[in-house]
């Protein structure tokens, strides 16, 4: 059979708590990074992004945090849902040189929430 | 809006073989994207469009790959002859490209491939 999401980090947690998903970057030069939901059997869909010249950025449950010293992305979602359940992939673009806003994509992790 | 539509959703061929991905962007979307998605990892860029001109292909297979946008909207995504390793969800996507920077990619269901 198939050897589904055995190479990716996954994160359980229960209905109501909050979730961390990590995300190292390599490119020092991006200038933006953006988190990306994706569902079994569907495409990535956007959640949220940063610019580079921000730490922090909210939106409706969800919280990104940028930390370059360290080339670090995170990913908080408050009062976890089970409709939350999916792999989350954080995603680094370099709008400079020939890159003209090309998206690389980080490993991802699998989000179980347990009702 | 409706959303980057793709077809088919599936599909399943032997070794060697040619197959064929179409899809349509969000009306009003200049930018056009090929990902491939093998499976437990992120999307790969194979190939970007600005309009109908290629702007970045250098992770196009291109002895096997082409792909064409000739009106600059619906692209499809050629494959000839297939190989075990295309095996993958060929992902498209769009955007505005009012800032390539800013722009946000706009995914597509995909196209599940299975090369036999």
């Known amino acids: 059979g198939e050897s589904v999401g055995l190479h990716l980090p996954t994160l359980s947690v229960q209905e109501g708590d909050n979730s961390i998903i990590n995300c190292a970057y390599s490119?020092?030069?991006?200038?933006?990074f953006i988190w990306y939901k994706q569902e079994s059997g569907k495409g990535p869909q956007f959640i949220i992004d940063?610019?580079?010249?921000?730490d922090k950025r909210q939106g409706q449950r969800v919280t990104v945090l940028l930390n370059k010293t360290v080339k670090h992305l995170s990913l908080q979602i408050a009062a976890t849902q089970p409709g939350d359940s999916a792999v989350y992939f954080c995603?680094?673009?370099?709008?400079?040189?020939?890159?003209?806003?090309?998206?690389?994509f980080g490993q991802g992790t699998i989000l179980t929430v347990h009702p | 809006e409706a959303g980057v539509a793709q077809s088919p959703r599936y599909k399943i061929i032997e070794k060697r073989q040619s197959v064929a991905f179409w899809c349509n962007p969000i009306?009003?979307?200049?930018?056009l994207y090929w990902y491939q998605q093998i499976l437990g990892q992120g999307p790969k860029l194979l190939i970007q469009?600005?309009?109908?001109?290629?702007?970045?292909d250098s992770q196009l297979p291109k002895d096997r790959f082409s792909a064409e946008r000739l009106k600059g909207v619906d692209s499809t995504l050629k494959i000839q002859p297939a190989k075990l390793e295309d095996s993958a969800v060929y992902l498209c996507?769009?955007?505005?490209?009012?800032?390539?920077?800013?722009?946000?990619?706009?995914f597509g269901p995909g196209t599940r491939l299975t090369v036999l």
């Open positions: 940063i610019r580079s010249n921000m």
């Open positions: 009306s009003g979307h200049a930018t």
């Open positions: 469009f600005q309009n109908n001109g290629v702007v970045d």
């Open positions: 995603a680094e673009k370099d709008a400079g040189g020939t890159s003209y806003g090309k998206l690389t």
């Open positions: 490119n020092s030069a991006s200038d933006y």
């Open positions: 996507a769009s955007s505005r490209f009012r800032d390539p920077a800013a722009d946000t990619q706009y």
